[in-house]
């Protein structure tokens, strides 16, 4: 199983980004997928994450700015950042927790570096 996240890169304050990440292998079943964020020097830190049938739940320091959303068919989830503020530069990881064969395990994208600057 591997997960690929696309969408980082560099905007101003006030911008708008879309992250994605698709997941893609030996796949059952995929329950909560997400999106984790880690600036230099500082700990990993849950953005958003969401159950397969919908539920969502945010950081505080987000809410009321990015969405999460999943398309269940396709195997991928979303992050749309909107309003972002510099303090929001950090690597995104993605994750999913994914029932491949009969066991499940969270796996983990490679990160994409968002960059909030003027």
């Known amino acids: 199983v591997q997960l690929q996240a696309s969408g980082g890169g560099l905007v101003q304050p006030g911008g708008s980004l879309r992250l994605s990440c698709a997941a893609s292998?030996?796949?059952?079943?995929?329950?909560?997928m997400g999106w984790y964020r880690q600036a230099p020097g500082k700990q990993r830190d849950l953005v958003a994450h969401?159950?397969?049938?919908?539920?969502?739940d945010y950081a505080d320091s987000v809410k009321g700015r990015f969405t999460i959303s999943r398309d269940n068919a396709k195997n991928t989830v979303y992050l749309q950042m909107n309003s972002l503020k510099p303090e929001d530069t950090a690597v995104y990881l993605c994750?999913?927790?994914?029932?491949?064969?009969?066991?499940?395990?969270?796996?983990w994208g490679p990160g994409t570096q968002v960059t909030v600057s003027s």
């Open positions: 969401i159950t397969s049938p919908g539920s969502t």
């Open positions: 292998g030996s796949i059952r079943s995929i329950g909560v």
């Open positions: 994750y999913g927790n994914v029932k491949s064969r009969d066991r499940w395990q969270d796996y």
